[in-house]
């Protein structure tokens, strides 16, 4: 069994920082990509930030600049720092990891953001 663990997620206002973590435990092997989604209410998820097993990083357009996508492989965990923080960042963020030709999701944390 595979689990991914996220924390870091709260209230913030507009212009602040968040840090996300999500840490993988279980039998996992062959990570082939970490990533970061979200879902704000009445809102389909969407991708937010993902990197590769080589180390390269993919960012949505609406956080390119302001969020940064980092994994430490030997702790099979996958950071997201969020800065310049905007209100429509609010929405809950979802950690998943591609490993195995299976993919995880993480239960989600919530981050809002006040204006």
């Known amino acids: 069994q595979v689990q991914l663990v996220e924390s870091g997620g709260g209230l913030v206002q507009a212009g602040g920082s968040l840090r996300l973590s999500c840490a993988a435990s279980?039998?996992?092997?062959?990570?082939?990509?970490m990533g970061w989604y979200r879902q704000a209410p009445g809102k389909q998820r969407e991708l937010v930030a993902f990197?590769?097993?080589?180390?390269?990083?993919r960012y949505a357009d609406s956080v390119e600049g302001r969020f940064t996508i980092e994994r430490d492989n030997a702790k099979n965990t996958v950071y997201l720092q969020m800065n310049s923080l905007k209100p429509e960042d609010t929405a809950v963020y979802y950690c998943n990891i591609v490993a195995s030709l299976s993919s995880y999701w993480g239960q989600g944390t919530h981050v809002t953001v006040s204006s």
């Open positions: 279980g039998s996992i092997f062959s990570i082939h990509s």
């Open positions: 990197i590769i097993s080589g180390g390269s990083t």
